[in-house]
């Protein structure tokens, strides 16, 4: 029996010891390549870029584009006002004050309510997504500075883990309390976030969706299993992904506005043939 312990401690310890040599070859090899700190502020008259490389080679930035998809696929290409491509070497930065009006009145409304990005092409074809927090004053801060949290990026995905706590909830055993523990925090960090910007339409729509957790997980605890509760996560989870996923609410946005000019236009056309016909 002992000789059985012994071996059991030992195959532990092989594992924790490869466990931990794996983890510090990983980050020893993204401390060895270039790591690039974006901070992107949106103020009312001024556009903020703020590029650091704190990697120990260089890299280049060879496009910015503004808003869109992956790969900034449908925004707004502003790579020739920023001065790309250029390149920052280890410990350099670079920062961008550009008008806002660089931007589509379209593109502003939907970066000036936080739904937008900043995406950047690097070297050798690699792309890197930062958020666009939009700052409720007209220009950057004459003295001192104003950086982006370093969560920004995590937060978008609270929505999925709302998602998360629902289908937990909906669980048996100890999943219940921790999907509603998680529910209820959500709705916590969401209520006392202060928006950087009174018209943060995400910051208020995560919030509402975080709210909407609750009753749609006490729904799932009373409802039996079935048809009705499959639907209702589902189209939780519809919403969680369009509100996680970067780029989606603003070319949904752009799509429904295309659509209302669409059918304006036919309606002045079916005036305008009613009017001539009556005429």
Same mark, same amino acid.
């Given at each position: 029996?002992?000789?059985?312990?012994?071996? %059991?401690?030992? *195959?532990? $310890? !092989?594992?924790?010891?490869? =466990?931990?040599? @794996?983890?510090?070859?990983?980050?020893?090899? +993204?401390?060895?390549?270039?790591?690039?700190?974006?901070?992107?502020?949106?103020?009312?008259?001024?556009?903020?870029?703020?590029?650091?490389?704190?990697?120990?080679?260089?890299?280049?930035?060879?496009?910015?584009?503004?808003?869109?998809?992956?790969?900034?696929?449908?925004?707004?290409?502003?790579?020739?006002?920023?001065?790309?491509?250029?390149?920052?070497?280890?410990?350099?930065?670079?920062?961008?004050?550009?008008?806002?009006?660089?931007?589509?009145?379209? %593109?502003?409304? *939907?970066? $000036? !309510?936080?739904?937008?990005? =900043?995406?950047? @092409?690097?070297?050798?074809?690699?792309?890197? +997504?930062?958020?666009?927090?939009?700052?409720?004053?007209?220009?950057?801060?004459?003295?001192?500075?104003?950086?982006?949290?370093?969560?920004?990026?995590?937060?978008?995905?609270?929505?999925?883990?709302?998602?998360?706590?629902?289908?937990?909830?909906?669980?048996?055993?100890?999943?219940?309390?921790?999907?509603?523990?998680?529910?209820?925090?959500?709705?916590?960090?969401?209520?006392?976030?202060?928006?950087?910007?009174?018209?943060?339409?995400?910051?208020?729509?995560?919030?509402?969706?975080?709210?909407?957790?609750?009753?749609?997980?006490?729904?799932?605890?009373?409802?039996?299993?079935?048809?009705?509760?499959?639907?209702?996560?589902?189209?939780?989870?519809?919403?969680?992904?369009?509100?996680?996923?970067?780029?989606?609410?603003?070319?949904?946005?752009?799509?429904?506005?295309?659509?209302?000019?669409?059918?304006?236009?036919?309606?002045?056309?079916?005036?305008?043939?009613?009017?001539?016909?009556?005429?």
């Amino acid at each position: 029996m002992a000789v059985d312990a012994w071996a %059991r401690g030992l *195959a532990v $310890a !092989s594992f924790a010891v490869a =466990l931990a040599s @794996l983890i510090w070859n990983v980050m020893a090899f +993204r401390r060895g390549g270039s790591r690039l700190r974006v901070h992107a502020l949106l103020y009312d008259e001024v556009l903020l870029l703020w590029i650091f490389n704190a990697g120990r080679t260089s890299d280049t930035v060879e496009r910015l584009v503004v808003g869109g998809t992956r790969g900034g696929i449908g925004g707004a290409d502003i790579t020739d006002s920023a001065g790309a491509p250029f390149a920052l070497g280890p410990g350099e930065s670079r920062r961008l004050e550009l008008p806002a009006t660089i931007l589509p009145s379209q %593109r502003l409304a *939907a970066a $000036a !309510s936080g739904w937008d990005s =900043l995406w950047l @092409l690097l070297g050798s074809m690699r792309q890197r +997504r930062a958020e666009l927090l939009p700052v409720g004053q007209a220009r950057p801060p004459t003295v001192g500075w104003r950086l982006a949290p370093r969560t920004a990026a995590a937060k978008r995905y609270l929505p999925l883990a709302a998602v998360l706590a629902v289908l937990a909830v909906s669980g048996n055993g100890a999943a219940v309390a921790i999907g509603w523990t998680v529910l209820l925090a959500l709705a916590a960090v969401r209520a006392y976030a202060a928006p950087m910007r009174r018209g943060f339409g995400r910051l208020r729509a995560e919030r509402r969706f975080c709210y909407l957790g609750l009753p749609v997980a006490l729904v799932a605890t009373l409802m039996p299993e079935g048809s009705p509760l499959v639907y209702l996560v589902l189209a939780y989870l519809a919403g969680a992904v369009v509100l996680a996923w970067p780029g989606a609410v603003s070319r949904l946005l752009e799509h429904v506005a295309a659509v209302r000019l669409q059918l304006r236009a036919r309606s002045s056309r079916v005036s305008t043939a009613d009017s001539e016909s009556l005429s």
